[in-house]
């Protein structure tokens, strides 16, 4: 048994059965992430369309796919074609392209919303005040569909500090699935990668991202 098929069957032995475990495969070889595959991977997230483009012809649709990076417009279309979630939604402009897209492939793309959690002018993300404003403009939207929200958080070396956050875009995710918006379903709860699943899913995370506990340091 190789060591990322090791790793993936520890992993998923060592999380809840309810917690998605999707696996960043930026900057790892076709080889790597087909070894994930074969060990139990059913979600792989990609940061690039260009390396989803060189991947997915020899991958295909045995995995879901999650777009985890940031969307430039010129690309939404080919992103929509190639991927089952989008994970990172933070602008109106971009939810106009992702459901003029989805429209033209005839299927209805989930998106989460990607939440600046630590208020951090440069990153991506919504800020948390103005997200149920936001949710409710691109609720309008028919071929793209609300499934919940994402965040990062801000880079610690104490995870433990990244806690706080959490709590925050969790609380966020619950007031909105109380307000019952319509064509909104908050389902999904993405946070956490390799240094912090572990809190992040003490703080609700149903999906988490994780790499480099799965196929090591990138050389």
């Known amino acids: 048994m190789g060591i990322i098929s090791y790793n993936v069957k520890k992993f998923l032995k060592e999380i809840p059965s309810d917690i998605t475990l999707v696996v960043a495969v930026k900057g790892r ?14 979600y792989i997230g990609e940061n690039y369309l260009q390396e989803a483009e060189r991947k997915y012809p020899l991958i295909g649709k045995v995995v879901r796919w999650h777009f985890i990076g940031h969307i430039q417009k010129r690309k939404s279309k080919k992103i929509v074609e190639l991927f089952d979630m989008v994970e990172t939604l933070d602008s109106i402009e971009i939810a106009e392209e992702l459901d003029s897209a989805s429209l033209q492939f005839g299927k209805v793309t989930p998106v989460l919303v990607e939440i600046n959690s630590g208020r951090e002018p440069q990153k991506s993300g919504l800020m948390p005040e103005n997200v149920e404003s936001f949710i409710k403009k691109v609720s309008r939207f028919r071929n793209i569909k609300i499934r919940g929200l994402m965040t990062m958080g801000p ?18 995710f619950e007031d909105i699935k109380k307000k019952n918006i319509q064509n909104v379903e908050m389902e999904f709860l993405s946070m956490g990668m390799s240094s912090s699943y572990k809190v992040a899913i003490e703080e609700g995370a149903n999906i988490i991202r994780i790499g480099t506990l799965i196929f090591g340091p990138r050389s």
Not at 34 to 39: H, R
């Open 29 to 42: 070889t076709v080889e790597e992430v087909q070894e994930a595959i074969e060990s139990g991977i059913k």
């Open 155 to 172: 880079l610690f070396g104490n995870t433990e500090k990244l806690r706080p956050y959490f709590i925050e875009t969790r609380k966020l």
